[in-house]
């Protein structure tokens, strides 16, 4: 049997790398299976997977801290959530926007990026996102082996979280969290072969599981607690006057940094839907009312503890791992089990829908 030759030129490479549709058509740079409109058949998303896709990713790690970046510019509790609701009032809109085009003429980003950038300037812009999430993957990768290692610690016990480390302390990691970095990024892996007409199953598990997740979190802080003592999250140096303007323009750019990426890759997600309504107010209203609800599930459950705890837990991980520290048994591993598994399954479906996908739309050109 003769063995394949490796190329020894360009024309050679660029024969073996092109690979065209199914159906005959030449893939080039300006067109090909992922640029063209959607099939028909590949149409599958209804408003309850778009809706579902929202309520799933909106439980995050990301979006559970962000109130510790608003009550670190002075604002008050309150003075938060109305910049939160301000954020995901405007989200919503933009989510409307950047959807419709992507509903009506089923493509993605890329493609649309031509009518305003032009034909070539789109690659800056296209370029641009697919490093954003690269980045964005890694990153999320580690809040989900954080919460993975919280995972494994209940399961293990003490072997896990005792783990010896075998690298340097300018490592900036231990062993221990390498490993169950490599984990994720391994559970992640068979995601990333599903088809993005496919993977809204994944998004309507998360829908039910990761809310649930956080609302029982919640529920057991608040119960913990006594109750929450929101006073005790506010700023030593509370903002007044003109600062508290710019604190309250501060915590809307920070809320919409959160949902920025979600938002500019909405055409990559609703060129799948079946009609234009599906990508209309009812998913508008799932990012609003979701997204309001983690930011007071986050600021209210850090708050509610904060006072027996005697420090503000802001991160999920930080605070399922106080919670074992103080409470291990049987129960509080239970607990905890559960809810670090709702947590990880976010951070999956985050990355999957707002950093593979889009890479996998915008890298590969």
Not at 274 to 283: F, N, S, T, V
């Amino acid at each position: 049997m003769k063995m394949p030759q490796v190329p020894r030129s360009k024309a050679a490479w660029k024969a073996v790398l092109t690979t065209n549709s199914a159906d005959g058509t030449k893939s080039s740079t300006w067109i090909n299976k992922d640029l063209a409109p959607t099939p028909p058949d590949a149409r599958t998303w209804s408003w309850i997977s778009l809706s579902s896709y929202w309520w799933g990713n909106a439980f995050n790690a990301s979006q559970w801290s962000n109130g510790a970046s608003l009550i670190a510019v002075g604002l008050n509790w309150h003075q938060a959530l109305v910049s939160c609701i301000i954020a995901n009032l405007i989200s919503s809109s933009v989510a409307l926007a950047l959807g419709r085009p992507g509903a009506r003429y089923h493509v993605g980003y890329p493609v649309l990026a031509r009518s305003v950038f032009g034909m070539y300037g789109q690659f800056f812009f296209v370029w641009i996102r697919a490093v954003v999430a690269t980045i964005w993957f890694g990153v999320q990768s580690y809040f989900g082996s954080q919460l993975l290692s919280v995972l494994l610690r209940c399961v293990f016990g003490e072997s896990w979280w005792h783990m010896t480390n075998h690298l340097p302390a300018n490592a900036g990691i231990t062993s221990r969290d390498l490993l169950a970095f490599f984990l994720f990024w391994i559970i992640e892996m068979p995601f990333l072969a599903v088809h993005p007409r496919k993977i809204k199953f994944l998004f309507a598990a998360e829908s039910i599981i990761c809310p649930l997740t956080c609302i029982g979190v919640f529920a057991w802080c608040v119960q913990y607690g006594g109750g929450i003592r929101m006073n005790s999250l506010s700023s030593t140096t509370e903002a007044k006057g003109g600062a508290l303007g710019w604190a309250m323009l501060n915590g809307i750019n920070s809320c919409l940094g959160v949902t920025s990426a979600l938002l500019v890759n909405q055409p990559d997600l609703t060129r799948y839907t079946r009609r234009p309504k599906d990508a209309g107010w009812r998913q508008a209203s799932s990012i609003f009312f979701s997204k309001t609800l983690i930011f007071f599930f986050g600021i209210g459950a850090t708050a509610a503890v904060q006072g027996k705890f005697g420090h503000a837990y802001w991160n999920q991980w930080d605070l399922l791992n106080a919670i074992l520290d103080r409470f291990w048994g049987p129960a509080a591993r239970a607990g905890c089990f559960f809810a670090s598994f709702g947590f990880a399954l976010s951070v999956l479906g985050v990355n999957i829908g707002c950093n593979a996908i889009p890479f996998g739309k915008a890298g590969l050109l």
